[in-house]
């Protein structure tokens, strides 16, 4: 019977000396660095509606956290993959960010995808299959929705560029016929621009897709995804995701980035 027991005791023992998965000591948050108004790098640090959301959300579940500027939105998603990073705020729910990333119910915002033209040689747009044969571009790394994604993939002419001011420059001029970007970000860069009145956007959106707080499966704090779901919709439903939207749009209009020539 003792021997019985031993030998249970030592069968259990690689269970129970197994590596447990590190405590979420310190929720370690990443954003894009170029997408005002959602999520901006003021050069000292990272800004806007994102953010501000992922801190009032963490804030109120009494989760420590820190908000640190560490690269392009390229460099962002390669520290989610590898889980050295716990957070990404925000970012639209795709398949193939689902294998790394962990996508609560709520979302944080909502962020429509527009079509922004040149004035001079703007088309009529009231449906996806609108842009079939005129010559698109998007800002590398952003994706607007598998269906969106899929689309454009099959069936559009769309190339790429490092940022946004690079594809208005590019649709100012005529290389490319229309500009695929989120609509607030796209309005954040005009209004850089000075030159809002070179561009048109149609009142159709191509897609009005919902922004969410990604946790990243590898990092140490993939457990807290039902808490801070539970909070997002309590925050929604009582409108404070809305006010900090909006108190970010006005911060970007006075910012120091947005009134600099670009």
């Known amino acids: 019977m003792l021997l019985h027991?031993?030998?249970?005791?030592?069968?259990?023992?690689?269970?129970?000396?197994?590596?447990?998965?590190?405590?979420?000591?310190?929720?370690?948050?990443?954003?894009?660095?170029?997408?005002?108004?959602?999520?901006?790098?003021?050069?000292?640090?990272?800004?806007?509606?994102?953010?501000?959301?992922?801190?009032?959300?963490?804030?109120?579940l009494h989760i420590p956290y820190e908000v640190r500027y560490q690269g392009p939105f390229t460099r962002i998603m390669k520290l989610a993959e590898r889980g050295e990073?716990?957070?990404?705020?925000?970012?639209?729910?795709?398949?193939?960010?689902?294998?790394?990333?962990?996508?609560?119910?709520?979302?944080?915002?909502?962020?429509?995808v527009a079509?922004?033209?040149?004035?001079?040689?703007?088309?009529?747009?009231?449906?996806?299959?609108?842009?079939?044969?005129?010559?698109?571009?998007?800002?590398?790394?952003?994706?607007?929705?598998?269906?969106?994604?899929?689309?454009?993939k099959a069936s559009l002419d769309i190339e790429e560029a490092d940022t946004?001011?690079?594809?208005?420059?590019?649709?100012?001029?005529?290389?490319?016929?229309?500009?695929?970007?989120?609509?607030?970000v796209g309005m954040a860069y005009l209004l850089k621009r000075s030159d809002e009145a070179s561009f048109v956007v149609p009142s159709?959106?191509?897609?009005?897709?919902?922004?969410y707080l990604a946790l990243t499966l590898k990092g140490a704090c993939a457990d807290k995804l039902e808490a801070i779901d539970a909070k997002l919709l309590q925050l929604k439903k009582s409108g404070v995701l809305d006010e900090i939207i909006k108190a970010n749009l006005a911060r970007w209009r006075t910012s120091s980035l947005a009134r600099e020539a670009p």
């Open 5 to 60: 027991a031993l030998a249970l005791a030592l069968l259990a023992a690689p269970v129970l000396l197994a590596p447990a998965q590190a405590a979420c000591t310190r929720l370690r948050i990443g954003a894009d660095p170029a997408y005002p108004p959602l999520h901006w790098y003021d050069g000292h640090q990272m800004q806007g509606a994102s953010v501000d959301i992922a801190r009032r959300v963490l804030d109120e």
């Open 85 to 112: 990073i716990d957070m990404v705020a925000t970012l639209k729910k795709t398949p193939e960010r689902e294998q790394f990333l962990l996508f609560p119910k709520t979302a944080a915002l909502s962020n429509p």
């Open 164 to 184: 946004p001011e690079s594809n208005f420059n590019k649709l100012k001029v005529g290389r490319i016929d229309y500009f695929l970007t989120g609509y607030f």
């Open 204 to 211: 159709t959106y191509l897609a009005d897709t919902p922004n």
């Open 115 to 152: 079509v922004f033209q040149s004035r001079e040689r703007a088309f009529a747009f009231q449906a996806r299959q609108d842009l079939i044969g005129h010559r698109g571009g998007i800002t590398r790394g952003n994706r607007f929705g598998a269906d969106v994604d899929d689309f454009a």
